[in-house]
Structure formats: structure tokens, C-alpha cells
């Protein structure tokens, strides 16, 4: 027997899921420490208080890309010591559009070494598509929004016509909250507090009815620590550049769709996934912009991984090309175990 989980190597978070898709989420981040370079805390443990003095904390995946391969390694060994199993494990993984399979060799060799007996890697922006409930020969535009990338791709009756990272994501809204902040009451905040308000009364859109928020941030100036109540009306212009960098990326994706592709596509229109797409108000206004349908996804943070989780159940039991990349096959293995 072999038991089949999705593993998604995110920006801010490595997620694990089985095929009962119970997910399983653990920051990807590492505390080194600073003379030796040594490893000192990965995942999890890292966030722990008692360990914040022990070095600086680093994400192995920064950029989209591996930052280190010790590093990348231990954090994977940590996320998978979830699975509790003696069977082989057969793991699907989510990678970014740019990844070269040079890149792709290398993360297998470090999934393997993780104790699975195989791993395909699949592009992140299917994915999530088919995370979000659609078949892998659906003719739609994914649109992935994780921390720091945005991950399109547009399928058409299965076909991949476009992939593509945009260098675009949550954390750029959350910068955008911290600088407000800073620019109208000089107060320093933490990002995790930015994001906290991005998410509590956020919105691109009007509509919001969100109590405001206090937070506690210091001063820049003299240092002293004070609290400020900040409301959905103070924020909503808040988000502009990041906003208009997402449009824009994902107009440029949807202005090279092929005349003849268009009308099919655009009936299934914009599918929103990541945990960037829950932002108030950010499917009408991506709709009103580019006069394409929107959905954002059930459970949008979770969709990648249980889109790789839900591509190992229909895959053949044997399958060769250990350590590559089967996203174009994806349709094909998906129409041969439907007509089983």
C-alpha cells in the first residue's frame, strides 16, 4: 500500500495534506545560528519565544526560489513528521511557474531524503485550480495569491496555455498597512499586526461594516509605546500600488488569451485562491477591472495543497519519472481514471 499526501512548499508556510485532506501547516522558517551558521530551530519551534534569542530567522523558500538546501532539508523532515505511517509515501508537490527542472531535481533529491518513496511536482497555479474544486480539463484563469507571489495559469480543455509567477503578494498589502500606519500617526507596527488589520477590516471595495481595531505600536520619534484605533474607512485607499500591480499582471495574463479560447474561458472566468484572495472586496474589484466573473474559492489558503493532495488519487498506481514534473499530463491521467 502506499499512503499519498500533497506537500506545498509556501513562502510563509509549508502545507501537508493526505488524501482524507486534513491539512497540515507549518511556518517555513529556520533560526540559525550566527557564528556558526548552524541550525538551531526549524518550523514551528522557531516561533517559540524561548527561542528567539538562539540566532536569526530565515525562509528557506525566499523569492519563490531555494535559499538553502540544509535548511529547505530540515524544514521538510519537520513538516513531514506528521505523517505517521510504515507504508511508502508517493508525495505530489507544488512548485512555482519559474522553477527550472534543474531546481526541480534538486527539491526531489531533498523530498526523497524526507523518507518518500516517490515525488512529482505539479506548478502551483493548477493546483490550486483544481483545489478549488475543478477538473484538470476545465478551460479557467487561476489566480494564487500566497505571501509573496502570485501564481497564474490559464487552462484551456485541459491545455496549459499560460504559466506564470508575478512578483506580487499578500506581504505587499501588509507593507502597505505598516507604511499608513507609520506616514499618518508615525507609529511603527509589526507586519504581523499590519496583516491582523489587512484581515479584520481591510477591504478594496466598499461595503465593509468592520468594527476598528486598536493596536499598539511605538512611536518613532520618542520610542514610547501607544494605541491607536484604526477603522475600514481610514484603509480603504490604503492598498493602491499593490492592487494595481496584481491587476496588471493578471491583465496581462488574460490579454494573451487566444481569440478562439476566449469565450470558453471567460465562462468559467477567475478562479481567486490563496490566502491573498480573502481581502475584502478584491473578486468585484479584479471583475469590474478586467469585466471577467470572479470566484474566490472555498477555503482559499488550503487550495494548492488539497488540489496536490487530490491529483495523487487520480494518478496510476505505477508511474515512472520519479522526480519530475507531470503538471502537462495532468488532464490526460484525469480523463483515462474517469473512464474506469
Not at 534569542?53 to 525562509?59: A, E, H, P
Not at 504559466?163 to 498597512?177: H, K, P
Request: net charge neutral; with cysteine.
Amino acid at each position: 500500500m502506499v499512503t499519498k499526501i500533497g506537500l506545498d512548499l509556501g513562502y510563509a508556510n509549508i502545507t501537508v495534506s493526505d488524501a482524507s485532506f486534513e491539512v497540515d501547516r507549518e511556518p517555513s522558517i529556520a533560526i540559525i545560528d550566527k557564528s556558526t551558521r548552524r541550525i538551531v530551530s526549524v518550523g514551528k519551534d522557531a516561533l517559540l519565544p524561548e527561542n528567539a534569542s538562539l540566532g536569526v530567522l530565515v525562509r528557506p523558500f525566499k523569492n519563490g526560489l531555494l535559499y538553502s538546501a540544509d535548511f529547505t532539508k530540515q524544514i521538510i523532515k519537520s513538516a513531514m513528521s506528521v505523517i505517521n505511517t510504515s507504508e511508502d509515501i508517493r508525495c505530489i508537490v507544488g512548485v512555482p511557474s519559474e522553477f527550472n527542472p534543474k531546481q526541480e531535481s534538486e527539491l526531489a533529491s531533498m523530498v526523497l531524503d524526507a523518507g518518500v518513496k516517490e515525488c512529482f511536482f505539479v506548478k502551483r497555479g493548477v493546483a490550486a485550480l483544481i483545489g478549488a474544486g475543478y477538473a484538470p480539463t476545465i478551460s479557467a484563469i487561476s489566480v494564487n495569491i500566497g505571501a509573496a507571489k502570485t501564481e497564474i495559469a490559464i487552462l484551456y480543455q485541459g491545455e496549459i496555455i499560460h504559466l506564470e509567477t508575478a512578483d506580487i503578494g499578500g506581504e505587499a498589502f501588509d507593507e502597505a498597512v505598516q507604511r499608513y500606519i507609520l506616514e499618518q500617526g508615525e507609529l511603527n507596527i509589526s507586519l504581523v499586526d499590519a496583516k491582523a488589520i489587512k484581515e479584520g477590516i481591510g477591504a478594496v471595495w466598499d461595503g465593509r461594516n468592520a468594527d476598528p481595531i486598536t493596536i499598539t505600536g511605538t512611536l518613532a520619534l520618542t520610542g514610547n509605546k501607544i494605541k491607536m484605533s484604526v477603522c475600514s474607512e481610514d484603509i480603504l485607499g490604503v492598498f493602491e500600488k499593490p492592487l494595481f500591480t496584481l491587476l496588471n499582471a493578471v491583465a496581462n495574463a488574460v490579454k494573451g488569451i487566444p481569440i478562439d479560447y476566449v469565450e470558453e474561458i471567460f465562462a468559467n472566468g477567475i478562479v481567486l485562491s490563496g490566502g491573498g484572495a480573502q481581502l475584502y472586496g478584491l473578486d468585484k474589484m479584479i471583475s469590474k477591472v478586467l469585466g471577467v466573473s470572479v470566484t474566490v474559492a472555498n477555503n482559499p489558503a488550503d487550495c494548492v495543497v488539497r488540489g496536490l493532495s487530490l491529483i495523487n488519487t487520480f494518478l496510476p498506481i505505477k508511474m515512472r519519472n520519479n522526480g519530475k514534473n507531470i503538471t502537462a499530463q495532468l488532464a490526460k491521467h484525469y480523463r483515462s481514471n474517469n473512464k474506469k
